[in-house]
């Protein structure tokens, strides 16, 4: 749909901003990634794990460390971390419930 020119605004300041230019500048870029929501079943052994982290974290932090935080700060440190550690992490996780 073609613009109409703000001819009949006269000498208003949106006239003045808006005359001579072309496309609007986008406001927002396009997320090359969504954010899809995911969903975990944890075993009751895991659940509890995961609030005794969090609750360490809050303690250390002085201030309340969402299990999300929680859980993000673990997936950095398992990019970090050597895959056979983890690994065996893993391992003893899985086996242990």
């Not at 406001?27 to 052994?45: D, E, G, Q, W, Y």
Request: hydrophobic share 40%.
């Amino acid at each position: 749909m073609a613009r109409k020119p703000l001819a009949d605004a006269a000498a208003s300041k949106l006239a003045k901003r808006q005359e001579g230019k072309g496309d609007a500048p986008t406001l927002l870029t396009p997320r090359k990634i969504a954010n899809r929501p995911r969903s975990f079943r944890l075993a009751p052994v895991h659940l509890e794990r995961l609030r005794r982290l969090t609750e360490r974290l809050s303690e250390e932090a002085g201030r309340p460390i969402s299990e999300t935080d929680a859980i993000k700060g673990l997936l950095l440190l398992g990019e970090k971390i050597e895959a056979k550690r983890l690994l065996t992490s893993v391992k003893d996780a899985v086996f242990e419930s």
